[in-house]
Each structure stands twice: as structure tokens, then as C-alpha cells.
């Protein structure tokens, strides 16, 4: 819950910033009462109020009823232009937007995985040294014992190339196989000293590369889930908007209603003329 608390406020706060960052320089889309269309329904109507009291024939009621009819219909067809215009702006904005801050919570991401891979790297690194400097420990720790009895083995291998007589030659091979048994206990004290920390150093990375496959898939989650409460919160702000679009083009049909209803009123109440 307290995490939620936390990225509510963040979607709010990214909204209103790209809110506000719409361009200063789009051009104001007028209201119906703006338009010229709506301005000639305003005066011809005017004009049948003027007239309303003048004898007319069937023919000339007809003709202003026709003139009426399309001084309506034009400006009742600009409150649709005008509706698709504002629809198109406010979808526009809301996209652009939307698609900045998805891309700064991406680019967020993106920047969070790259610090927790070079992390990674650097206790990788340094598990790699810590294993190098515990070898060198080892290597120094059997060298000694193990560099006079190999060259001893050397020693006793050239004596028995150059020995010829049967009696000595065996004597020279029982020495250099006591002297490899020896060798030998010793190799593999060291080998069993160095499986131990190179399991060790095994466990570690192993560890180390768990950890932050845990930690990146945490970060890719969050940033998905911020992906996802973003798309939701502006498709929420555009449908507000939408509502708020047909409210006003339900306005601006009633004015352009009304005026043909008093237009027709006038119409109506001409006398009738032989």
C-alpha cells in the first residue's frame, strides 16, 4: 500500500507537468459564437425579427424558412468541425504527453538497470580478485615445499640418463618415486586447498549474479507497472475530456437551436399577405 501511495502521486505529478507543457503557440480554436457561420444565423435572424411584423406571402415564409434551414444547418456543421477540432488537439496533447513521460519512466528504468549491472561488474570484479589473491596465497603457501622436491626429481632424472649400470639406475628410480609420492601428497593438498576457494569464489558469483537478476527483474516490474498506471491514468484524463468536449458541443447545438426555433418563431408570427 505504501508504495502505491508513493506512485499515485508521481503519475499525478508527471501528468500536470506534461499538462502544462503543451505549446503556448497552438492556435486558440474558437467557440461556436465565434465563428462567421454562427454570426450570419445570429443575423439573419436579427433580420426576421425585424420582419416579423410585415405581411408575407407563403412564398417569401418559405424562402425564409429555406434561408434559416441552411444558416442552421451551416453553423450546426461547424459545432461538429469544431468539436472534431478540439477531439483531435486534446488527443494529440494527451498522446505527446503520454509518450514523454513513458519515456522518462523508461529512460529511468533503463538508467536504474545500467547502474545495477555496472554494480554488478565491479562485486564481480572484486569476487575475481579476492579468488586470484587467495591462489597466489596457496601457490605461495606449497611453492616452497613443492619447488626443491621437483627440482630434486630434475636432478635425480638427469643423473639417470647419464647412468648406465643396472644396480644404480634402480637406485636412481626408487629415489625419484619416492620423491613424486611426495610430489604428489603435496599437489594434492594444493589442489584440495584451491577446489575449496574456488568453490567459495563459485558460491559468491553465483550469489552475486542471483542478487541483481532479482534486483533488475524488480526494477523492470516497477517501471512496467508505471507504464501501465500511466497509460491507465491518461486514458482516464482523456475520457474526462471527451465528456467535457460533448458537453460543450451539446451547448453549442442548443444555442444554434434556439436561435433557429426563434428565427422560426418570427417567421411564424409574419401576417399573411393576399
Not at 178 to 186: L, P
Amino acid at each position: 500500500m505504501k508504495k502505491r501511495a508513493l506512485i499515485v502521486p508521481l503519475i499525478l505529478t508527471l501528468f500536470f507537468a506534461a499538462w502544462g507543457a503543451s505549446p503556448a503557440t497552438a492556435e486558440p480554436i474558437p467557440g461556436i459564437t465565434q465563428t462567421p457561420q454562427y454570426k450570419m444565423l445570429v443575423g439573419a435572424v436579427n433580420d426576421l425579427e425585424s420582419q416579423r411584423n410585415v405581411p408575407a406571402t407563403p412564398a417569401r415564409k418559405a424562402s425564409y424558412r429555406r434561408t434559416l434551414d441552411n444558416k442552421t444547418g451551416a453553423a450546426k456543421s461547424q459545432v461538429k468541425i469544431l468539436f472534431a477540432r478540439r477531439t483531435s488537439r486534446v488527443k494529440s496533447r494527451d498522446d505527446a504527453a503520454q509518450q514523454r513521460q513513458i519515456r522518462n519512466i523508461l529512460e529511468n528504468q533503463r538508467n536504474q538497470v545500467d547502474a545495477l549491472q555496472a554494480l554488478k561488474a565491479s562485486k564481480l570484479a572484486d569476487a575475481q580478485d579476492d579468488y586470484q589473491a587467495s591462489l597466489n596465497r596457496i601457490n605461495s603457501r606449497y611453492a616452497p615445499k613443492l619447488d626443491p622436491l621437483v627440482n630434486q626429481r630434475t636432478v635425480l632424472k638427469r643423473q639417470l640418463a647419464r647412468t648406465t649400470r643396472p644396480a644404480r639406475r634402480q637406485q636412481i628410480l626408487d629415489a625419484i618415486t619416492t620423491v613424486q609420492a611426495k610430489i604428489n601428497r603435496i599437489v594434492d593438498g594444493q589442489q584440495a586447498a584451491t577446489r575449496v576457494v574456488t568453490t567459495r569464489y563459485q558460491a559468491r558469483v553465483g550469489a552475486v549474479n542471483d542478487t541483481f537478476v532479482a534486483r533488475i527483474r524488480t526494477v523492470q516490474s516497477r517501471g512496467s507497472q508505471l507504464v501501465l498506471q500511466a497509460n491507465r491514468a491518461w486514458k482516464a484524463t482523456y475520457q474526462a475530456d471527451f465528456a467535457r468536449l460533448k458537453e460543450r458541443r451539446t451547448d453549442e447545438f442548443s444555442l444554434v437551436s434556439r436561435l433557429n426555433e426563434r428565427g422560426s418563431g418570427y417567421i411564424g408570427s409574419m401576417p399573411p399577405k393576399n
